[in-house]
């Protein structure tokens, strides 16, 4: 039978992987990880079900969560997050908390209030208001949007060499490294590879590394959609900042830009022209520790 101490529970349900941890009281009982497979967050019992399935699998007997706190990948709306959660919350009969999953990485900080921003596959960035209520800018797919995640990048330096190829330019390091990863014969043949993508968030975005390649190689097209990049994050904090977020602190993860020494710092000088009191704090801990905290904060007792 399970003891008096309360668990909490968080899940970083990521688009590739998901990660859950849970504590009884400071003592860790659950760090698991796992792929995202099955996560389909816009059909709100399954993905309730799916999470609550994960919950009970990794969970030791007869251990069972006094709370539980999600950031969930594309839960892009709070109206979504908080249909999954009544369901969830119903399963489990516990306190549960479903948030977008960069909201996970203002507490994974250790901060109360600031900007969460992604670069990893794609981009977004999200804060609060003083009401609390969430604003998130960005992550609209890589198809419109997610400028500066990898999936955005490559989407940008394909436009770059066909604007180079129309003005008659002859192919740089950028355009032959994005053909041979395309596997095609030439520029003009990028168009049609980039179109047959089945998923293209994916697989647009495992060939961002050739950007990055370009740049070392050289090539000034590279460099400037790099640069590009950069401004197109910094740009979603100025956006929060209009809107009234707080954000003298910035905590910045994913792997596209904490493993691109480049694009962070695009980044940052970028941000320190628009938005010169922003602090960027690239993120030392995984993002689900921030859902453990917020999980945490579901077991306090409510103050009058």
Not at 97 to 109: M, R, S, Y
Request: with cysteine; charged share 20%.
């Amino acid at each position: 039978m399970q003891d008096s101490t309360p668990v909490a529970v968080g899940i970083d349900v990521g688009g590739t992987k998901t990660q859950l941890r849970a504590f009884a009281g400071p003592d860790s009982i659950a760090d698991h990880v796992r792929p995202s497979h099955g996560w389909r967050p816009h059909d709100h019992p399954n993905a309730a079900e799916w999470l609550a399935s994960l919950i009970e699998e990794v969970l030791p007997a007869p251990v069972r969560p006094s709370a539980v706190a999600v950031g969930a990948h594309a839960c892009e709306t709070p109206r979504q997050c908080e249909a999954i959660r009544l369901l969830l919350q119903q399963r489990l009969q516990v306190p549960c908390l479903i948030v977008g999953d960069a909201e996970l990485l203002v507490p994974a900080a250790g901060l109360d209030e600031g900007v969460g921003l992604v670069a990893g596959t794609g981009s977004v960035a999200v804060g609060r208001l003083a009401d609390g209520s969430s604003v998130q800018v960005g992550g609209w797919g890589a198809v419109l949007g997610d400028e500066g995640g990898g999936a955005g990048l490559v989407r940008e330096a394909a436009r770059a060499v066909w604007a180079a190829h129309d003005r008659g330019e002859t192919p740089d390091a950028l355009a032959r490294l994005l053909v041979a990863a395309f596997e095609v014969d030439e520029v003009p043949a990028l168009g049609a590879a980039l179109e047959s993508a089945t998923d293209v968030s994916a697989e647009w975005g495992r060939h961002a590394p050739v950007v990055f390649e370009a740049a070392e190689q050289g090539s000034v097209v590279a460099h400037q959609v790099i640069a590009d990049a950069g401004r197109a994050l910094a740009s979603l904090v100025e956006r929060l900042a209009l809107r009234g977020v707080p954000v003298d602190d910035v905590a910045v993860a994913g792997s596209t830009i904490l493993r691109r020494p480049a694009l962070y710092s695009a980044f940052t000088t970028a941000l320190a022209d628009s938005v010169p009191a922003a602090r960027p704090r690239p993120l030392q801990v995984p993002p689900v520790e921030g859902a453990v905290a917020l999980a945490r904060s579901l077991l306090r007792p409510v103050t009058p």
